[in-house]
């Protein structure tokens, strides 16, 4: 949106603790988590020695800026599974382990219907395994959203942000193919059958 965000200037940084410790002792960041962005310093939290580091964690977070700058004011109007979901999706390393899981979470009919998902607005108190579950069915509808046309799910992205509610950006953008959240589930856990 704005052309001079990624300038030297207003550029990211990344800030690592020496040790795992230090990080979760010092940010009261939840155990299971390996970072954190923060997107109004544009700045990147973790700790040195991570070996998720490259592969996920600066991904994941870069995603996390770059989202947030699309959305502007409109991050808190936008549900929290669509920004983690685009976020883990750029962990591609990490994918066949999420995929895994949500194979899991259908089979054990574990998973979390949309109008629930789309209501919850932190992980602050999530457990590891709710953390996890909640993650990988993230990243499992942003890909499926994608995946129905990359055009489509930007317009999605930028109805949502202009203040639609999720039900008028999926009519809008995907009319045929679903409609409206529950029609969406069901075509999600239809392409996951497959």
Known sequence: RRNDFWTWDKR???DLYETREAFHGQTGQAEWSGGFAVPRERKIVSYQGSQELI??????????????????????TVPLWLNEGLAMAQEKSRQPAYDQL????????????VPKISQIHSLENA??????????????????LIASGP???????????????LEEALRRNYPQDFPDAQRFEEKWLASLDR
Request: charged share 25%.
């Open 151 to 165: 055009s489509r799910f930007v317009g999605f992205c930028r109805n949502l942000r202009d203040g639609m509610s």
């Open 102 to 113: 949500v194979a899991d979470m259908i089979r054990g009919k574990r998973w979390i219907p």
């Open 55 to 76: 592969e996920s964690i600066l991904p994941h977070e870069i995603a996390h800026l770059v989202f947030n700058d699309f959305l502007g004011s409109a991050t808190r």
């Open 12 to 14: 990211c940084v990344v």
């Open 127 to 144: 457990s590891k395994d709710e953390a996890a579950f909640f993650y990988a069915e993230a990243q499992s509808l942003v890909r499926f």
